[in-house]
């Protein structure tokens, strides 16, 4: 699937081949149409959200400094990221010289909206009782905003060319993380009800659920992140690690476990659905290695985030007067406690390109 399972030669080469046989001909695409998709439209949580929680009454924001420090204007977007998100540098590589605003903002008007929109938001989830904790979008009210997205389209260029963008569109999926993290693992009223295993089932069924109705209002090339390593993320070593340094073993089972019934449903939804191509992208193996051989990749710290202490600092505790914010976070795997820096979003993106290849051709 990607660079991330190669364990040999005989692997790799075949890979690599396809690889560049593919960056040839994305090259070539590109210089004709400009864009490999005519669209790339976004739903989910902190990892993909752009900005639109910028607009909510939530506590989880990033839309201050020091986050976007290495963004291309230099400011805070409401990424959570001292820079690009993977979904970023995956849009510069299908060739689009701009990226799709967040539905929420200003931006999202006008011409703007040809090239798709973000509906994603900060805290949102599969469970729709986590967006609910944090005054998030919830997946149900980004498909309202979707559907109200492709109102706005169909004025702008019409039903036929409005048709033609949305089944042609890329669309990315991310979420799962914050149903975990800030919901399951720190509330009574979940972990002693269900188990890891019955929690993921009920995601699994949200997850169908929404890509089925996606399937309906038209989409037809799906990109479903996986859950990362979340037994790794700086926050939850600090919070469940009970004072060990290193991973946390169950939340990560818990990770790998989720992310076989998600693939499992997925390839269901693509036998049943006609037409539809969907790819799970596998963020867990390369940031899993990451943080297991961080020097491997170019990085010197995988335990901390850049932001203050880097141990529990997110959204609002990751702010200029955070003590000890690092000054080069290319060294760093995490920006802040949560997320990926923009030096890791990169080498992820690359990661998602050679597994999502059967999406754009």
Known sequence: MG???????ETSVPIMVVAISFLFFSTLLVTDSQTLVPAIITFG?????????????????????PYGRDFTSHTA?????????????????????????AYLSPQASGKNLLIGANFASAASGYY?????LYHALSLPQQLDYFKEYQS?????????????????????????????VQNYYIDPLLYKVYTPDEFSNILVKSFSSFVQELYGLGARRIGVTSLPPLGCL???????????????????????????????????????????????????????NFVKNPSKYGFA?????????????????????????????TEYVFWDSVHPSQAANQQLADSLLFQGIGLIS
């Open 45 to 65: 949580d902190s990892a993909v959200d752009v900005g639109n929680n910028n607009y909510l009454p939530t506590i989880f924001k990033a839309n201050f400094a």
């Open 128 to 132: 729709d009782k986590t967006p609910y």
């Open 77 to 101: 977007t409401g990424r959570f990221c001292n820079g690009k998100l993977a979904t970023d540098f995956t849009a510069e590589t299908l060739g689009f010289t701009q990226f799709p605003p």
């Open 234 to 288: 700086p926050a939850s070593i600090t919070l469940f690690g009970f004072g060990n340094n290193g991973c946390v073993s169950r939340l990560n089972n818990d990770a790998q476990a989720f992310n076989k019934k998600i693939s499992s449903s997925a390839s269901q939804l693509q036998n049943q659905l006609s037409g539809l191509k969907i790819a799970i992208f596998d963020i867990y193996t390369p940031l899993y």
């Open 3 to 9: 660079w991330s399972k190669c364990n040999g030669l």
């Open 301 to 329: 710290e995988a335990r901390r985030g850049c932001c203050g202490t880097g141990t529990v600092e997110t959204s609002l505790l990751c702010n200029p007067n955070s003590a000890g914010t690092c000054s080069n976070a």
């Open 152 to 180: 706005k389209l169909v004025k702008l260029v019409g039903s036929s060319k409005s048709s033609s963008i949305i089944s042609q569109a890329l669309y990315v999926l991310g979420a799962g993380s914050s149903d975990f």
